[in-house]
């Protein structure tokens, strides 16, 4: 159990570390920052706008440090006014660190970098990091120290290079001669932290660089605001802010990842927010930041949004949030401020209780892009992912998207986990990277470029038969899935979508030495794996997690967030309640609840399924428990 893919000691003891000190603050399991902008900066030189913002922000939400801007947008802080707010918030036991936005002014609604070809720009960041690190002796960089100019003299500079490789090389030299050099110069005190946004598949392309620049400062910050899956540009799923946590702390397993990043923007329902609070927190992040001071101090009353499930008893609770705040003339109605703070006292009743986060194996080299933000996607289905840039060699099964393509040594690593008897799931998008360079001397497989629409899906392992696994009836729209086309009896289609009496496999299996390969089918839109019929996701997890110690039967937009103590939570981003069945390994008489204290007893053993094969799949013993999960909630359990 304790191979899953785990974090490492060293990044345990670090948290541990950071915990402890967090457990003397405003709360036992983690740390509370906010970042406050520049503009907010020159409001607060008031005294009384200050005075009466702490007061409001501090009524409703307990917080152990703030991040203070000395530049943004063209705009500098006043070196007095910085002052001033040190001696404010220290005087207020509040820790406080700066902060630099590398933003150009304009931008036209887009954002605008500085362009590091121009000298006048070059010389902003400059002193930027110089006003900095005169007044902090910690300073973090908000998410905009990328490169996206193409200006004349960028083009030039560029050369044959492309420009991903361009601006890689461009910001290394940025961030050791402009910004850490030029910091330390200032400040020989000073420690210098990259905060990394959230869109982390596409990060080499403007020149972030999770390889070299990750480890040339002091630390590391995760963005895991993933606000509204729906209406935002990148559409980022909502277990994105788990996953991208994790695997930032994977890119610095020394314990440099100091903490994750929430904002308040693009949501619908107030629970979106909450939601990302406590999947950061989920993701063991040691510190929080809430962006911005503003929001936080905004006198305009919190409104709950498009809330169908109002009715309901869920995680964020509306009626109990207002219940508990106070509407005194010095905080006023409850804001984003106090939504965070009823966010996060829930989730530190129980955190300290779960162990190491626990996932199934899955590398994304450094630089890599393909089958974007899949795992997220996954991770929605209710399959746990533990994303590492490493190659994780003792993971009994490697999942392998498109992205491990950036690996030139990739066919041989796989080939050595399949003949140690392990196994490696690839998709479809990265057999079709790896058709031609050597996939084809494990298994004889083919992405054919064409596509099959399906209704109906078919499981169950062995010739001449097939077990239902349900469909739409010609109700709903078809999922299309890549045509794979293999080898009768070489390879053996253990769940397939079926449509006019033709099928396409959507989990082949293919054994190797002593493993097995299988190749999952993405749909050519991933988030048809929504749409997927709920016995269909309970087979596919049934192969993927055969071993896991927790597994689920629930529809799609159920997540399961593992640890390594017998501790795991079921969260639900669905409208509508769910029944959530958990499987988990050995034999157990029940389940607690940490949050309510109730006791769950096991189910009868039912007899063998669809999810798992019997022919050649030895089952091991285990326990079914069943599960009600309110919409937008979570429930944390212990097994016993």
């Known amino acids: 159990m304790r191979r899953y893919f785990l974090i490492s000691a060293v990044t345990l003891a670090l948290v541990a570390i950071s915990g402890g000190a967090a457990a003397k603050g405003a709360y036992k399991n983690f740390r509370v920052a906010i970042y406050v902008t520049v503009d907010a900066t020159h409001q607060l030189e008031d005294p009384k706008v200050l005075e009466a913002q702490y007061r409001r922000i501090a009524g409703q939400v307990r917080f152990d440090k703030v991040y203070i801007e000395t530049y943004r947008g063209g705009r500098f802080a006043d070196e007095a006014a ?84 361009y601006r890689l090389d461009r910001m290394r030299e940025v961030a050791n001669d402009l910004v850490l050099k030029t910091a330390r110069t200032v ?50 799923q909502q277990y994105e802010s788990y996953l991208i946590f994790r695997y930032l702390s994977n890119v610095r397993p020394d314990g440099g990842d100091r903490g994750g990043w929430v904002d308040t923007y693009g949501t619908r329902y107030v629970d979106r927010y909450a939601e990302q609070l406590w999947d950061t927190l989920f993701a063991k992040a040691p510190e929080i930041t809430l962006f911005n001071w503003s929001d936080l101090a905004s006198l305009r009353p919190l409104q709950p949004g498009e809330r169908s499930w109002s009715n309901e008893s869920t995680s964020f609770n509306w009626d109990a949030m207002l219940h508990s705040s106070s509407t005194s003339p010095q905080v006023g109605p409850p804001g984003w401020a106090k939504a965070a703070g009823f966010a996060l006292e829930q989730a530190d009743r129980f955190l300290g209780r779960l162990g190491r986060p626990i996932g199934i194996a899955s590398y994304k080299p450094y630089q890599s892009s393909g089958e974007d933000f899949l795992q997220d996607y996954l991770g929605n289905v209710g399959i746990p992912i533990e994303l590492t840039p490493r190659f994780p060699a003792d993971a009994p099964l490697i999942l392998l ?6 690996d030139p040594d990739i066919v041989a690593k796989i080939k050595r986990q399949l003949a140690s008897g392990k196994s490696v799931v690839i998709t479809s998008g990265l057999l079709r990277a790896l058709q031609g360079h050597g996939i084809e001397s494990i298994a004889e497989l083919e992405d054919t470029g064409r596509s099959v629409s399906v209704r109906d899906f078919l499981g169950t392992f062995g010739a001449g038969g097939g077990a239902g696994l349900g469909g739409s009836g010609g109700q709903e729209p078809s999922i299309a899935f890549p045509e794979i086309h293999f080898y009768t009896n070489d390879a053996w289609p253990l769940v397939r979508g079926v449509s006019q009496a033709y099928g396409v496999p959507i989990l082949l299996m293919d054994r190797y030495s002593r493993g097995v390969l299988y190749v999952l089918d993405i749909p050519d839109n991933p988030g048809d794996l929504y749409r997927l019929p709920q016995p269909i996701l309970r087979a596919i997890r049934g192969y993927l997690q055969a071993d896991f110690p927790v597994r689920l039967d629930a529809p799609a937009l159920v997540s399961l967030f593992a640890y390594d103590n017998g501790t795991f939570i079921v969260q639900s981003f669905r409208a509508d309640p769910t029944s959530v069945g958990v499987s988990v390994a050995g034999a157990h008489t029940g389940l607690v609840d940490l949050v309510s204290g109730e006791r769950i007893s096991a189910e009868p053993t039912a007899g063998p399924t669809a999810a798992r094969p019997r022919a050649g799949f030895p089952q091991a013993v285990r326990t079914a428990f069943r599960v009600e999960v309110a919409p937008h909630s979570y429930r944390v359990f212990s097994i016993r």
Do not use: M
């Open 82 to 165: 910085l002052e001033t707010l040190k001696k404010f918030f220290t005087r207020h036991g509040i820790e406080v660190s700066g902060g630099i936005a590398f933003v150009a002014p304009g931008g036209g609604g887009q954002f605008s970098t500085l362009d590091y070809e121009n000298p006048h720009d070059r010389e902003i960041c400059r002193r930027a990091v110089e006003l900095a690190a005169r007044h902090f002796n910690e300073i973090i960089l908000d998410d905009f120290f990328f490169y996206s100019t193409k200006s004349d003299a960028d083009i030039a500079a560029k050369g044959d290079r492309s420009w991903t490789q």
């Open 401 to 406: 998207t498109e992205s491990a393509r950036q």
């Open 187 to 236: 400040n020989p005190r000073v420690k210098v932290i990259i905060k990394y946004p959230n869109w982390y598949e596409h990060f080499q392309a403007l020149g972030y660089d999770l390889d070299v620049e990750a480890k040339q400062f002091d630390a590391i910050y995760t963005g895991t605001e993933t606000r509204d899956p729906q209406l935002t540009d990148q559409h980022l």
